[in-house]
């Protein structure tokens, strides 16, 4: 299966700053995703990163708060911009391996201050 | 909208079964199950698809009601290792690729 790997592993961040998370694949896989967990929380869908064009969001995440590049099949990044304390949670990559499997990348721990 | 997960907690001794279910209110092409250790990614358990069969990985199986759009993760003869959390994540016909996760099951299993 593929190998997932995300930078940084976890950061502290000041309010008002903003931080790019990196997710690279070790193979070439059609669809990702980025997921946010809360503290104690369940996974919730931020968007589906798509190659070659714009970003899917869900309801409640907006691309100006959120933005994400995916310039090719094995990477994407998240920049979680304008950071308050509210946004301290784990990031997650996902992708969606054969037809139907989906993995986890190991997370970004961010803890704002 | 959030599948619903039952129940919260579960705390098992060793060699005990425990079942955990997953709910929705819309129809469903595919649940997902996961199990996440504290400090760790969600690691993936099982795929169970519509029209699919029931799955099974080593003593941990599920099964998937279509017409309930329920599914039901199965541990048996628990071990130490079976600890965590544990989500089920659903995932539409209209929304492929996009999971969305119950509030997770936290399970203890004691020697």
């Known amino acids: 299966s593929a190998v997932i790997s995300q930078k940084p592993s976890r950061d502290i961040c000041q309010r008002g700053t903003s931080l790019t998370i990196q997710c690279q694949v070790d193979?070439?896989?059609?669809?990702m995703f980025w997921y946010r967990q809360q503290p104690g929380q369940s996974l919730t869908l931020i968007a589906t990163a798509n190659q070659g064009s714009e970003a899917t969001y869900e309801s409640g995440f907006v691309i100006d708060k959120f933005p994400i590049s995916r310039p090719n099949l094995t990477f994407s990044t998240l920049t979680v911009s304008n950071m308050s304390p509210e946004d301290s949670s784990i990031y997650l990559c996902?992708?969606?391996?054969?037809?139907?499997?989906?993995?986890f990348g190991p997370g970004t721990r961010l803890t704002v201050t | 909208q959030q599948p619903v997960q039952s129940p919260q907690a579960v705390i098992l001794r060793e060699g005990e079964d425990a079942v955990i279910n997953c709910s929705s209110s819309?129809?469903?092409?595919?649940v997902h199950w996961y199990r996440q250790k504290h400090g760790e990614a969600p690691v993936f358990l099982m795929i169970l698809l519509k029209g699919g069969e029931q799955k099974g990985h080593d003593k941990i199986s599920a099964s998937f009601n279509e017409k309930k759009q329920q599914s039901s993760l199965y541990l048996t003869a628990s071990q130490l290792s079976y600890s965590g959390t544990y989500f089920c994540g659903t995932e539409d016909p209209d929304s492929w690729g996009k999971l969305q996760f119950g509030a997770g099951t936290q399970v203890v299993v004691t020697p």
């Open positions: 193979s070439q896989v059609t669809m």
């Open positions: 819309k129809a469903l092409y595919s």
């Open positions: 996902s992708i969606l391996a054969g037809d139907y499997e989906q993995y």
